[in-house]
Nanobody, 123 residues
Framework: QVQLVESGGGLVQAGGSLRLSCTAS????????MGWFRQAPGKEREFVAAIRWTAGITDYADSVKGRFTISRDIVKNTLYLQMNSLKPEDTAVYYC????????????????WGQGTQVTVSS
């Protein structure tokens, strides 16, 4: 049983930083990609960033490029999202996801999801 547990969300002022973590368990992820998605109230879940677990190849949504950095610790089986220069429009529930995916930006490509962590950016 794969489990993904996010942490690190919270309330921050615009321009501030947060680091999200996602601890994965239940299998090896060598063939997987892992990603971060977010969902604001009344909006669809959207892609934020992803990383190929073994190769370390990353992908970002245009809205976060240059501000967010995705990384992983293979030994700890943990995924991270460093978020800098946060904006009020970054406010959302952030989800960690894992799967054997082709297009890392597509929500429906991922099999496993965490419970989400709230990020609120005040202006």
């Amino acid at each position: 049983q794969v489990q993904l547990v996010e942490s690190g969300g919270g309330l921050v002022q615009a321009g501030g930083s947060l680091r999200l973590s996602c601890t994965a368990s239940g299998r090896t992820f060598s063939r997987y990609a892992m990603g971060w998605f977010r969902q604001a109230p009344g909006k669809e879940r959207e892609f934020v960033a992803a990383i190929r677990w073994t190769a370390g190849i990353t992908d970002y949504a245009d809205s976060v490029k240059g501000r967010f950095t995705i990384s992983r610790d293979i030994v700890k089986n943990t995924l991270y999202l460093q978020m800098n220069s946060l904006k009020p429009e970054d406010t959302a529930v952030y989800y960690c996801a894992a799967g054997v995916v082709g297009n890392t930006a597509l929500v429906n490509q991922y099999t496993y999801w965490g419970q989400g962590t709230q990020v609120t950016v005040s202006s």
